[in-house]
């Protein structure tokens, strides 16, 4: 599996970016996916997941009725929509793949928020 993280930017508090995972290599949809991020001089943390079929998602509880997290099987693709954004949520953002153990990584994405 081979996942390539995009989408990541400069936005100011308030704003909102969507982030983009393209995966390759073994069958997309027969698996889930997840979305970490880590914020400069901080442990790398959990942000949300999804089930293979997208029935079932998962969030930390800092991004609840923020974030959203969906995928496009027919494309391979994962996304995270991100709304509301803090300053807090400026980290690198990692897709990762399959749970519990997530053994593939994609490169990651910096999203900077500025207040």
């Known amino acids: 599996v081979q996942l390539q993280a995009s989408g990541g930017g400069l936005v100011q508090a308030g704003g909102s970016l969507r982030l983009s995972c393209a995966a390759s290599?073994?069958?997309?949809?027969?698996?889930?996916m997840g979305w970490f991020r880590q914020a400069p001089g901080k442990e790398r943390e959990f942000v949300a997941s999804?089930?293979?079929?997208?029935?079932?998602?998962y969030y930390t509880d800092s991004v609840k009725g923020r974030f959203t997290v969906s995928r496009d099987n027919a494309k391979k693709t994962l996304y995270l929509q991100m709304n509301s954004l803090k300053p807090e949520d400026t980290a690198v953002y990692y897709c990762?793949?399959?749970?519990?153990?997530?053994?593939?990584w994609g490169q990651g994405t910096l999203v900077t928020v500025s207040s």
């Open positions: 990762a793949a399959p749970p519990p153990g997530y053994d593939y």
């Open positions: 290599g073994r069958t997309f949809s027969s698996y889930g």
């Open positions: 999804i089930d293979l079929s997208g029935s079932n998602r």
